[in-house]
Nanobody, 115 residues
Framework: QVHLVESGGGLVQPGGSLSLSCTGF??????LAWYRQYPGSPRDLVAKIFHEGTTNYRDSVKGRFFIDRDIAKRTLYLRMNSLKPNDTAVYYCNARLYDGGDDYWGQGTQVTVSS
């Protein structure tokens, strides 16, 4: 059973850093990902990591955000550097257990980048 819980959101100044964590998944994972959502908009993929370790990122966060996971700790991370005001959004953890399977979501955590 998958029950994703995000943590680590908050308020940070432009140029600052923040790390998000997500727990609640098991050993069998096809991919893990972070999405974000602006008010009134659909969720957009931020970063994804596949079971074998391959990662991909949306262009606007490449070189600033880094996705990683600790299998033993069953924890997914998103390390965010050089944050910008337009990174402000609710960030969601996502998991898919197998290719073509259902998506599981966390409840979301607010990230606000403001001076």
């Amino acid at each position: 059973q998958v029950h994703l819980v995000e943590s680590g959101g908050g308020l940070v100044q432009p140029g600052g850093s923040l790390s998000l964590s997500c727990t609640g998944f098991g050993e069998t994972i096809f991919h893990l990902a972070w999405y974000r959502q602006y008010p009134g908009s659909p969720r957009d993929l931020v970063a994804k990591i596949f079971h074998e370790g391959t990662t991909n990122y949306r262009d606007s966060v490449k070189g600033r955000f880094f996705i990683d996971r600790d299998i033993a700790k069953r924890t997914l991370y998103l390390r965010m550097n050089s944050l910008k005001p337009n990174d402000t959004a609710v960030y969601y953890c996502n998991a898919r257990l197998y290719d073509g399977g259902d998506d599981y979501w966390g409840q979301g955590t607010q990230v606000t980048v403001s001076s």
